[in-house]
């Protein structure tokens, strides 16, 4: 046994004797993911075109995606786990002959000290034999409800909070943290303490949950246990936007828009409910605290610090909601509430009404939300920052090792 062991790590460079070698793929190449700061559990994605890794290789036949296995390797090559959870999405044109392209998505575990590098190899493999795909435990799990609060919805449900996206309205209707409260609370009726409501409430282009009469019904473009991908888009295909949850953050990114400005807004219920115990924070650290409501005419208006970010929190909670939007603009920003049973209305890009209330042009743009379990000022800003601040990634040539 120990000289078949001594042959096979011969044949395999790299190889740890505790491998699972059967059913290996014989083609692999090198990811190095390197950080400037530390982080926890962090998301890795890097785009990955097995067609040009093969062709490198040495084979000419189509890929198979079923193939794929990823190890964490030390600095010499040694694998030091062969079970690092991933995903693999095809692009909108994948096609394994000619363009196997698409997302790797991986799950940097445990804690990345920094700085330092960390890499893994990526092992794949082609058509010329059948491979049993790998298995993980989801971390992020979608399924279609049927009616959630007036439309069919996606229920998305990760460690860190529980999503409800509606499909006709095309925005978040419920997010539902661990202790079960809901800081968004959409309802069909009721204005300010109902149908007002929702994430990311973009005008003019109608994404909001509800019965979204001008879009088309959203659909999910990819799955797997670490990403889902919702797809949403105007029946006129003028704005079109996806949203990417991940366990602990969700990401939009808006891909077109029309010819109009926009706001992007935070219409919703710190902590469950909304009251003057509530507060919002800005980039620089300033709180703000919630005073007795007066109306919109007495809002907050001002252009957020970049990095462009805010978090509202409830006094009796250690737990916040930071909103991120990546891409800052010279755009006036607003608050102001409704006052106790209301709700909060935080607008990037949302100007005074006399001088024009939409005021973001770009696109495509990103917009971020996310829980942070804990108040501190601190604790949020690393959390945006691991969101704001990926860490690199390259990956090598593919190369063939058996």
Known sequence: MRLFMLLLTGLIPGLAASAPVSGLPPYRALIEVSASSGRSDQIVQVEVDFTGLLRQAGSRRPFAPDSLRLAEVDDGGRAVNWDVPFQFDPAPDFDAARRAQGTLVFLLRPAFTAPSTRRFY??????????????????????????????????????????????????????????????????????????????????????????????????????????????????????????????????????????????????????????????????????????????????????????????????????????????????VDEFWHFGPGGMTVFGFGRGPKEGGWQRLQRAPARFSIGFVESSGFEEAARAVRRVLEPPRVSVGAGQRVR
Not at 200 to 206: K, L, R, S, T, V
Not at 219 to 236: H, N
Not at 244 to 265: F, S
């Open 122 to 331: 990526l092992y794949f493999g082609d058509t010329r034999r059948k491979h049993v795909p790998a298995r993980f435990d989801p971390l992020v799990k979608c399924e279609e409800i049927g009616i959630y609060q007036g439309d069919e919805t996606f229920r998305i449900t990760t460690p860190a909070a529980t999503y409800y996206y509606h499909k006709h309205g095309s925005g978040f209707a419920s997010m539902v943290d661990r202790d079960g409260h809901d800081w968004i609370s959409y309802r069909p009726e009721g204005g300010a303490k109902g149908n007002y409501r929702g994430i990311p409430n973009i005008a003019p282009a109608g994404f909001h949950p509800g019965p979204g009469e001008g879009n088309k019904p959203s659909r999910v473009a990819a799955q797997g246990p670490l990403r889902v991908r919702i797809f949403s888009e105007t029946k006129d295909e003028r704005w079109a936007l996806q949203w990417d949850v991940y366990p602990w953050h969700a990401t939009m990114t808006l891909l077109r828009k029309g010819p109009e400005a926009y706001w992007i807004l935070y219409e919703g219920t710190p902590g469950g409910e909304f009251d003057l115990e509530d507060y919002w924070v800005d980039s620089s650290g300033r709180r703000f605290e919630m005073r007795p409501y007066q109306g919109v005419q007495n809002a907050w208006h001002g252009d957020l610090p970049d990095p462009e970010w805010v978090y509202f929190g409830d006094a009796k909670l250690e737990r916040v909601l930071f909103l991120l939007l990546h891409e800052k603009e010279p755009a």
